[in-house]
Structure formats: C-alpha cells, structure tokens
Nanobody, 124 residues
Framework: QLQLVESGGGLVQPGGSLRLSCAASGFALSYYAIGWFRQAPGKEREVVAC????????KYADSVKGRFTISRDNAKNTVYLQMNSLNSEDTAIYYCAARLYPDCGVGFTSYTSWGQGTQVTVSS
C-alpha cells in the first residue's frame, strides 16, 4: 500500500517561507500524480498544487500562484512544496495525496492515498 508522510510544517512569520516534504513508501511516486491540499478549521479542504507523475506539469490554486512551487524528486521518492511569502490565509493543515493516474485531474475525490498532514501556522 502506498503510504505518504508529510513533514516540514511549523510556525512561521508572515512573509516567511517553509518547505514541506512528502515522502512515499510502498510504491514509486513516478507513476502517480501527487497533490498538496490544505484545510483550515471551519473551512473546506482545498487543492493547493499538483505535479504530474513525470514532474513536467504542475498546477496551482490561484491563491498560491507565484508564491508556492511544487516539485518532485522521484529518485528520493519525495515531493516538495516550497512556500514563500506566507500570510495568515495560508494557515492550515497541509496534506499530500496520491492519485492513481499520472495526470493531476481536478478536485481531490480521485486522490486515494493520503498522508497524516502537517500543520502550518503563519503568525507574528
């Protein structure tokens, strides 16, 4: 079974940066699209970013375009989310998840393997 573990979350000041990591075991990540999602208390889960199986194609939520970068190192079986210019609206639990297709798709219903999440808090 594909398992994903997120790390790298924490407390950061507004305008700061964090890099989240999503480490996989059980399967090679190169076969699957990997998405980053987030959910804040009282809010619905939302798609943040996605990278295709090859890593050649990426997409981002409008709210994070130009600030976040998703990348993958298939040799290390790890996907990253570099987050810059963080603001309070970015505070949430961040999850990575795998879709059993190489393309990103839309939404999150087709993502079947999820990590446990890592908390990102942006506050002064």
């Amino acid at each position: 079974q594909l398992q994903l573990v997120e790390s790298g979350g924490g407390l950061v000041q507004p305008g700061g940066s964090l890099r989240l990591s999503c480490a996989a075991s059980g399967f090679a990540l190169s076969y699957y699209a990997i998405g980053w999602f987030r959910q804040a208390p009282g809010k619905e889960r939302e798609v943040v970013a996605c990278t295709s199986g090859s890593g050649r194609y990426t997409k981002y939520a409008d709210s994070v375009k130009g600030r976040f970068t998703i990348s993958r190192d298939n040799a290390k079986n790890t996907v990253y989310l570099q987050m810059n210019s963080l603001n309070s609206e970015d505070t949430a639990i961040y999850y990575c998840a795998a879709r059993l297709y190489p393309d990103c798709g839309v939404g999150f219903t087709s993502y079947t393997s999820w990590g446990q999440g890592t908390q990102v808090t942006v506050s002064s």
